[in-house]
């Protein structure tokens, strides 16, 4: 378990977790996604601590795309429906276990990377059976900054945030 230590590698879902869920269309089609921008440091604070960041999600959108491209997110893989096995390959790739990742996510395809990972998370807003299954639930729901608060509490727990934030002058 990762729990007191700081992860090799940081993944996370986007819809329910970066996003409130919500899939908007307008009536020519185009879809619409709303992210918080608060979620943007924690990706910020994994690059402080050189820890990379990966994207996992079922979906398939230029939206997606343009978001991870804008914070330079390392890992980005979409249209994805076994989490896990993509999971094991990035790990493979970096020669990590799965037990030096952590993970969020909300919903039923996070079901089995977040039972394999060492740490993982759900938004206060994942239904009860997903929170039942993670080592942390967010006090924020998805779209609200729940991957920021994830990643706060990752460093929290590792005894590395006041380190993150003595470099923002804080």
């Not at 996370?12 to 943007?40: L, R």
């Not at 914070?71 to 970096?94: F, H």
């Not at 020669?95 to 909300?106: C, K, M, N, R, T």
């Not at 807003?125 to 994830?150: D, W």
Request: charged share 25%.
């Amino acid at each position: 378990m990762i729990q007191h230590m700081l992860p090799k590698l940081v993944l996370t879902d986007i819809d329910g977790v970066w996003t409130d869920a919500g899939m908007y269309y307008d009536q020519t089609g185009n879809e619409w996604k709303k992210f918080s921008t608060t979620d943007s440091a924690g990706v910020l604070f994994c690059k402080q601590m050189q820890i990379p960041v990966g994207i996992i999600t079922g979906e398939d959108t230029e939206i997606v795309k343009r978001r991870a491209e804008k914070l330079k997110v390392d890992y980005l893989y979409q249209g994805i429906n076994d989490k896990l096995s993509v999971a094991k390959t990035l790990c493979d790739e970096l020669q990590i276990s799965l037990s030096e990742v952590a993970y969020i996510g909300d919903d039923l395809g996070d079901i089995e990377l977040l039972k394999a990972v060492g740490f993982s998370a759900a938004p206060a807003n994942a239904p009860e059976y997903i929170q039942a299954l993670v080592h942390c639930v967010t006090r924020k729901s998805g779209g609200e900054g729940a991957f920021r608060e994830f990643v706060e509490e990752i460093l929290t727990r590792a005894g590395a945030m006041s380190h993150v934030l003595a470099k923002f002058n804080l």
